[in-house]
């Protein structure tokens, strides 16, 4: 008996630990500046593609990032919901921009008072380094198929054609912000245009906006989740264990110098 009940025991520890997305509710986190969307990705598809799970709370505490990432992140929630899940956003400390693009398909968005959201709008913004490289003698010489072909290269200043092609291009990724939000949260469009001058908002004033569906905390989102998954309790949240070198984690921070030198498109939080 004793040898079949550590048998069994064993058992148990490992069916618990092979795969962590075995709750009933999932708890997925995007946490500071949106520059890959990979671990995100992989959480959202195992919660997905798990029988037992019924809902996950997303937790956002990010300015903004990439504009790739962002969406492909508002894809994943998409397809969470697709597959019969429920969705609750939580809005932490700040949820701006591409951390707010992100949130929009939730059946839920739950913000703090103090939240600070919004921004809805995009930015483009690269080095020019030309005046330095003529400084210490480095010149670049650029042979390109077209005219076109090296906008945004830091060795040279903007022309005004560049300027009108680029401020073309950001208006259209404009755009599908403010219609997204226009579609998901159900708003006029003149008044969602009417904020989506990249301000600042705080989750109260969000809130009176009809930009999220109520104020409250992070445990007030998971019981708003687990009511919408038919639970009288309050289930645990599970969540998939990270695992992330210290290259990882530099590589993908805003401090990485790939993105201090080459140009970035992306929904961002600016104070300036």
Same mark, same amino acid.
């Given at each position: 008996?004793?040898?079949?009940?550590?048998?069994?025991?064993?058992?148990? #520890? @490992?069916?618990?630990? +092979?795969?962590?997305?075995?709750?009933?509710? +999932?708890?997925?986190?995007?946490?500071?500046?949106?520059?890959?969307?990979?671990?995100?990705?992989?959480?959202?598809?195992?919660?997905?593609?798990?029988?037992?799970?019924?809902?996950?709370?997303?937790?956002?505490?990010?300015?903004?990032?990439?504009?790739?990432?962002?969406?492909?992140?508002?894809?994943?929630?998409?397809? #969470?919901?697709?597959?019969?899940?429920?969705?609750?956003?939580?809005?932490?400390?700040?949820?701006? %921009?591409?951390?707010?693009?992100? &949130?929009?398909?939730?059946?839920?968005?739950?913000?703090?008072?103090?939240?600070?959201?919004? &921004?809805?709008?995009?930015?483009?913004?690269?080095?020019?380094?030309? =005046?330095?490289?003529?400084?210490?003698?480095?010149?670049?010489?650029? @042979?390109?198929?077209?005219?076109?072909? =090296?906008?945004? %290269?830091?060795?040279?200043?903007?022309?005004?054609?560049?300027?009108?092609?680029?401020?073309?291009?950001?208006?259209?990724?404009?755009?599908?912000?403010?219609?997204?939000?226009?579609?998901?949260?159900?708003?006029?469009?003149?008044?969602?245009?009417?904020?989506?001058?990249?301000?600042?908002?705080?989750?109260?004033?969000?809130?009176?906006?009809?930009?999220?569906?109520?104020?409250?905390?992070?445990?007030?989102?998971?019981? @708003?989740?687990?009511?919408?998954?038919?639970?009288?309790?309050?289930?645990?949240?599970?969540?998939?264990?990270?695992?992330?070198?210290?290259?990882?984690?530099?590589?993908?921070?805003?401090?990485?110098?790939?993105?201090?030198?080459?140009?970035? #498109?992306?929904?961002?939080?600016?104070?300036?």
């Amino acid at each position: 008996m004793n040898k079949l009940f550590l048998l069994a025991l064993v058992v148990l #520890l @490992i069916l618990g630990c +092979g795969d962590m997305a075995t709750g009933k509710l +999932g708890l997925v986190e995007v946490e500071g500046p949106i520059v890959n969307s990979k671990k995100v990705l992989e959480d959202l598809e195992k919660f997905e593609h798990n029988p037992v799970t019924k809902g996950v709370l997303v937790v956002v505490n990010s300015p903004g990032g990439g504009v790739g990432p962002s969406q492909e992140i508002f894809e994943g929630i998409i397809d #969470l919901k697709d597959a019969g899940k429920k969705v609750v956003v939580y809005m932490s400390s700040v949820a701006a %921009s591409g951390g707010y693009y992100l &949130s929009l398909p939730a059946d839920r968005i739950v913000a703090l008072p103090s939240t600070m959201t919004g &921004s809805i709008g995009v930015i483009l913004s690269f080095p020019v380094y030309r =005046d330095l490289m003529n400084k210490i003698g480095i010149q670049v010489h650029t @042979i390109k198929s077209r005219e076109n072909k =090296d906008i945004g %290269s830091g060795s040279r200043y903007p022309t005004v054609q560049d300027s009108l092609l680029l401020q073309g291009l950001i208006e259209d990724i404009y755009q599908q912000f403010v219609e997204e939000v226009v579609k998901w949260r159900k708003l006029p469009y003149d008044s969602v245009y009417a904020i989506a001058d990249g301000r600042v908002i705080t989750g109260r004033q969000a809130y009176a906006l009809g930009l999220v569906d109520t104020l409250g905390s992070r445990r007030d989102a998971h019981k @708003i989740l687990a009511e919408l998954c038919g639970y009288n309790d309050l289930p645990k949240l599970t969540e998939i264990p990270k695992k992330k070198s210290f290259w990882e984690e530099f590589v993908e921070s805003r401090l990485g110098i790939k993105n201090l030198l080459a140009p970035s #498109l992306r929904y961002e939080l600016n104070f300036n």
